[in-house]
């Protein structure tokens, strides 16, 4: 029995296509989201697409535990990034350092041990040695040993001079007696510093990676390896693969890491190591009420030694790992309250940048790319290995806090109207229309081509004008709302019946154009005119549109402080400082207290400090950067120390009451804009069955007045307006009745040319 080759390629090319994991015919009961179309908004947004998990639980079910952030987690998931709604804790992002196991040969590490005085699990008799230690790889059970601190030393040994794979974990259980090893794919790894345990080694509980190492990556650095591929670059290098070498950085999963006494900072490592093992006093704690003390008050407060540890095992690399790829573009992040986090990861991913270097060359289906993307001057130390500054998604922007002419109530803002003209946050939209000749029948084939009324039946009603004979707008041609940009017509078959009476003896086609999307306008930016594997042709035209920010757009700042413009004022009537600054946004006070994003104001600040010492901030966080260490640099420079300007009133001239904080924040500007989201329709498409109107704005379709607005009009006692919204403007529709049966009747008075009347018979 043979199958059809069709069959398989076209299933396997719907579902790759739609995600849906399955036959066609049974898409309601397949698995959905399986394939997914990688995310090219931002370049964030396609590092964070290819880091993500999914936990395959009921989206519906109410349980809290698989969705909460549990103790392993720590250093694997990332704590802030995670979608809202149902897919809350769910859907998780990977750390930056998160590693998943590829997997190795288990087999040489059970004949090392078998040759190191392992009693094979044929071999084991435990009425002889009940004590024994029981050995797993890969969760089976392999056999025993009776000495398992020297086995799992040596083990380790090997392990950190690179003879067994560094993804290799072993795992020592003293209480249960058992020593795990996995070597299996699929676990989630971490690397950590390593700590010297051996008491022969003079360099005992100190990190293994010293200034020996640190010089060899200094060098690293000075090397030039451009025009190197990957290979060569490594070979020449010391880098990473020399530190795992030299034992410096070792691999722990997260089974492992409970077996594991970790230290946060090679600072605390230095303090337990003088207090704990050289018996030097602990550091006194300070008497805040004193004077001397007093500048001290907002300084970091070191966490007290722990005396109960006995040795430590590994250093963390940076707290600020625990982070996935999005939340690590928030500066200062441990000075926000926790969801704020979670709302910047969720949309940094919509903000406006440059996706990819070669977005002019790409013919993405949807691509914004903002004019004058800028570098932030508060940056994280990860962002240099994010490729951020490189592929920015954002602009510095002059914001100022205040209340000013009510126009930034409820998360609007007003922005500089002066400021847009020149540029600010100004973006090019690409669309890409897609369209390919298609097999009708054995020879027959669809052909692009500028389609004429003569010969061509069910033409569409925008213009064919633009077209030229091939059948393609040119590039540069400016198209709007219902324009035909890709003309294709499709042969009709002789023995084919007529269409409900459309066709004519001289139509031989039908029209299957591709008209420009309804609600948008643009200049036609690129053609592709190519053939496809099957040898048949195939086009892509790209559009380009300017979007100017206008009221209604959406903006965000990095701390999950969204807002849409309110109103826009040029800048003679903005407020301004002594020094002739405006703002390019105001934004509204009320929305830090509650908020509690307290580092959208120390970013300000640092970036304040940044633009007038012409360098950047870092904002790095757990790095104990305190407000007050901010706030003596603005003063050193002669600015207010807390941000703060005298400014005065655009419109009247006067000095404004209250002093204004006016700073550089980073601002975003998201994919929600205006124009994609307008909708109005006084007549259109109807539903076939139920003649109603057809949903959505894409179809042209109407505006729901449900069941609430129905209960409201009610209560209005509204009866001739309910009738009207809910019949008249909805589904009334006429229908001839018979005069004899009183039965609807298909053909009611029929004409002939001799102005005989007939009526329908029942």
Known sequence: MAIKGSILTNGLKYSLATGNWGDQKKAASAKAGVSQVLNRYTYASTLSHLRRTNTPVGRDGKLAKPRQLHNSHWGLVCPAETPEGQACGLVKNLSLMCYVSVGSESAPIIDYMTGRNMELLEEYDPMMNPTATKVFVNGVWVGTHDNPQQLVSNVQELRRNGTLSYEMSLIRDIRDREFKIFTDAGRVMRPLFTIENDAKKPNRNHMIFNRTHLEK?????????SGLNDEDRASRQYGWKGL???????????????????????????????????????????????????????????????????????????????????????PFPDHNQSPRNTYQSAMGKQAMGVAITNYALRMETMMNVLYYPQKPLATTRSMEYLRFRELPAGQNAIVA?????????????????????????????YRAYTEQEKRIGVNVLEQFEKPTRMDTMRMKGGTYDKLDDDGIVAPGVRVSGDDIIIGKTAPIPNDENKEMGQKMANHTKRDVSTPLRSTENGLVDQVLFTTNTEGLRFVKVRTRTTKVPQIGDKFASRHGQKGTIGITYRQEDMPFTRDGLTPDLVINPHAIPSRMTIAHLVEC???????????????????GVTVDQVSDLLEAANFQKRGFEIMYNGHTGRKLRAQIFLGPTYYQ??????????????????????RQPVEGRARD????????????????????FLK???????????????DICGLMSPIAYVFFPFLLLLRATC
């Open 217 to 225: 990556l200094l060098i690293d650095k000075e090397t030039d390896t």
């Open 244 to 330: 795992l070498h030299d034992g410096c950085v070792e691999y722990l999963d997260a089974e492992e890491e409970e077996s594991a006494m970790i230290v946060m900072t090679p600072e605390e490592l230095n303090d337990w190591r003088d207090v704990v093992k050289e018996g030097m006093p602990e550091a006194e704690k300070l008497d805040f009420s004193k004077p001397e003390n007093r500048a001290m008050r907002l300084a970091p407060l070191k966490p007290p030694v722990n005396r109960k540890v006995n040795a430590y095992t590994h250093c963390e690399i940076h707290p600020a790992m625990i982070l996935g790829i999005c939340a690590s573009i928030i």
């Open 401 to 429: 806090i205040a209340c000013y002419s009510g126009y930034n109530q409820e998360d609007s803002v007003i922005m500089n109207q002066s400021s847009i003209d020149r540029g600010l946050f100004r973006s090019l939209f």
């Open 605 to 623: 600040l640092l970036s304040k400090v940044g633009a007038i010492d012409a360098q950047e901030g870092d904002a790095t966080p757990f790095c």
């Open 669 to 690: 500007r998201l994919r929600h804009m205006v124009d994609d989201k307008i909708h109005a329709r006084a007549r259109g498409p109807l539903q076939i069955l139920t």
């Open 701 to 720: 379709g109407g505006l729901r007045f449900g069941e609430m607005e129905r209960d409201c009009m009610i209560a209005h006692g509204a009866a001739a």
């Open 724 to 738: 009207e919204r809910l019949f008249e403007v909805s589904d009334a529709y006429r229908v001839h009745v018979c």
